[in-house]
């Protein structure tokens, strides 16, 4: 169930991914070797546009890649119809991305907003 | 190799395996143990084959659970503790016995444009293909199929999705979109790219893996997925 646009919008953002989630991991790597806890992390973060970016990207890049793969997986399995599987698919991107958001938002803009 | 072999042949009468004992040669194809029964046990059996030389593509069956052209399969190489066990081929509907309904598989060929579209006519000069082009070489890796179906049987994806045009059709595409006489280019790459097309395959091989003539249409089907991405970004052909 797979049309290029969705093929490509795939493709694409495993493309934006890979750095990202090298990023990640270093950062977390990074972190607990230099012993920081949350507040000195939050202090890092906190009004960082640069994090902000990041997370924020990774975020929509993982909403959009992972909703697509789903949406392969319960059609194979389950043999859903278009009908529920569009649906099925905006579902799972709008879950992870409000999810995904509202934790880019906690560590980088909570603090300088409220 | 013991005298007799325990066979059993799928029947959709009775939507059950029968068992059968055929003697054992020692040489001997699927096809001759399918024969042997329809002439000496049940005349009622069904099945297809022409050519019984690898030619013709119409005799594939799945054999100990793994789909093969029949005609070529000695018995020696798939027997499993002195019994086989035949089917007809996964993901056809059948029409009978081991015979299935090819229809399905070659609409999917027209559906993916597997019909050359010709730009030339009778009063051109032939147009000189030189075997060393990129585009020859690629579409010569494709250009043996036989249309047996034991690719479209091995594929998962065509389980899973119905509208997969399936590997095939698609390396039959990928053939025609290296073909520099084709017109057809455009259309080709669009009939590749809907909810069944080239996007959909999982690229683990079981098509080339099966495929009696050793053709791998998982990497055509790569080939199409490289093409149809140069089109989407408006890349041009190659
Ligand atoms: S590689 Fe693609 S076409 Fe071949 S069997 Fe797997 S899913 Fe089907
Ligand atoms: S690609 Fe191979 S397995 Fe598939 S139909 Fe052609 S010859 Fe048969
Ligand atoms: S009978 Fe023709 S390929 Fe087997």
Redesign the interface.
């Known amino acids: 169930?797979?049309?290029?646009?969705?093929?490509?919008l795939q493709?694409l953002t495993a493309l934006i991914m890979a750095p990202l989630v090298l990023g990640h991991l270093a950062v977390m790597i990074y972190a607990v070797q230099g012993g920081l806890d949350a507040a000195e992390i939050l202090g890092r973060t906190q009004g960082s546009v640069l994090w902000m970016l990041f997370y924020g990207a990774f975020v929509a890049a993982v909403a959009t890649h992972a909703a697509i793969g789903v949406r392969?997986v319960a059609?194979?399995?389950f043999?859903l119809s278009?009908s529920v599987l569009t649906p099925l698919t905006w579902l799972i991107f709008i879950l992870l991305l409000s999810l995904g958001l509202r934790a880019v938002y906690a560590v980088t803009l909570s603090g300088v907003l409220g | 190799m013991s005298q007799e072999l325990s066979v059993s042949v799928w029947r959709s009468e009775t939507n059950a395996f029968q068992e059968f004992a055929v003697p054992a040669q020692d040489n001997q194809t699927i096809l001759d143990v399918v024969s042997w029964i329809q002439a000496n046990s049940d005349p009622t059996l069904s099945y297809r084959f022409a050519c019984r030389v690898g030619m013709c593509g119409s005799c594939a069956m799945m054999v100990n659970g793994e789909p093969r052209w029949t005609c070529r399969t000695h018995v020696k190489k798939v027997l499993k503790s002195n019994s086989l066990q035949i089917a007809p081929l996964r993901n056809l509907p059948v029409v009978k016995d081991l015979a299935t309904d090819m229809e399905p598989f070659f609409d999917k060929w027209v559906e993916a444009k597997g019909v050359f579209q010709g730009t030339k006519t009778r009063h051109d000069a032939i147009e000189p293909i030189l075997p060393d082009t990129a585009e020859r070489v690629a579409a010569s890796t494709a250009i043996e199929c036989i249309n047996c179906a034991v690719c479209y049987a091995a594929c998962d994806s065509v389980s899973g999705n119905a509208d997969y045009l399936g590997p095939a059709a698609l390396n039959r595409a990928w053939s025609l979109v290296n073909d520099v006489r084709d017109g057809a280019y455009e259309e080709r790459i669009e009939a590749v790219s809907g909810t069944g097309g080239c996007h959909n395959c999982h690229s683990q091989g079981g098509c080339a893996k099966y495929c009696p003539n050793d053709l791998n249409p998982s990497a055509s089907i790569a080939g199409l997925k490289r093409k149809t991405t140069r089109n989407w970004f408006g890349w041009g052909r190659s």
């Not at chain 1, 169930?1 to 969705?6: A, H, Q």
Request: proline residues 0%; charged residues 25%.
């Open positions: 169930m797979l049309t290029t646009r969705l093929y490509m493709r392969v059609f194979e399995t043999g278009k």
